[in-house]
């Protein structure tokens, strides 16, 4: 059995002991001594590294702010850098008392500083005078049209006044009623009745009062009415109106079905005329009849309150 030659192994040793060992060193030399004194071996270092300092140009705005020692600080600066703080102070206050309004940058004030180039503009203060009177032209007439005059309204011819005996009164209700005019010991006459088309449509007709569980109708005919479903905005209305009166018109056809419902005159609520509106056609009413007995149409107006 041969054994193996350690030359090798030994080699292999020294050969790292010698590259740890320069490393080493040269850690050391860069860490303790100048780059300028570095010499390394196989190089000849024939001049000194010196370092070159270049100098700053002198900012005027260094000085600014700084002290020299007597409690006196350096607040000015060369004329080619003027004095931002101060320029501003004074176009401030330039723009602000001037009376002529605004100036430019740069100028002193205009009242203080009476030997500037900007005293000369003071003047006078305006007058205080009122304006005169503007001219004013009615509406629809050109301002460039001369004179005008109102149109010239024509007159009427006289009517001579009637020659004739006045008629005889009557037997209707219309000839007692200007009889007892005429006469005056007569009594007075019935009042108008109600119409009963929509000849005369101001005159209400008929009327509902919804209270807590009952209705009262007025209308002189058989009828069918259902409440109107109130919302809470609707109840909260009718309390802040006080019972408040909806009118409305309505259109009633042979069979006595209400076809057409509009508001006459509103209660001043939306919330409650609606659904008066709405509930309307589902009434039923007697209908109308015409001279010869037969169901005609109709229009009537009906007022609806609540309590």
Known sequence: MSRRDPSLSIALCASLSLHALILCMTAEIYAHRSAAHIRLPGFAQTTALTP??????????????????SGRA????????PLLAPQGTQEQAFLSRDPQGLGEMGDEPGLSVLSSRSAGSIQAPPSLEAPPPRQTTPFGISPTAGDFALPATAKLPAVAAPTGQPAAPGNGPAGAARAGEAGGDSPAA???PMAQSESDPLTIQGSAEFRP????VR???KHKLTRPR???????DLMALASPTVVLKLTIDPSGKV???????SSGSNEVDQPCKLAAYDWWFEPARDAAGRPAWDVILFSIRFF
């Open 52 to 69: 070159t300092l270049a100098e700053m140009p002198d900012d005027p705005w260094n000085r600014l702010g700084d002290s020299d020692g």
């Open 74 to 81: 350096i607040d000015d600066a060369s004329g080619l850098l």
């Open 190 to 192: 019935d009042p108008a």
């Open 213 to 216: 569980g009952r209705i009262e």
């Open 219 to 221: 209308i002189g005919r």
């Open 230 to 236: 109130l919302s809470l905005a609707a109840r909260a």
């Open 259 to 265: 076809v057409s419902a509009t508001v006459y005159r």
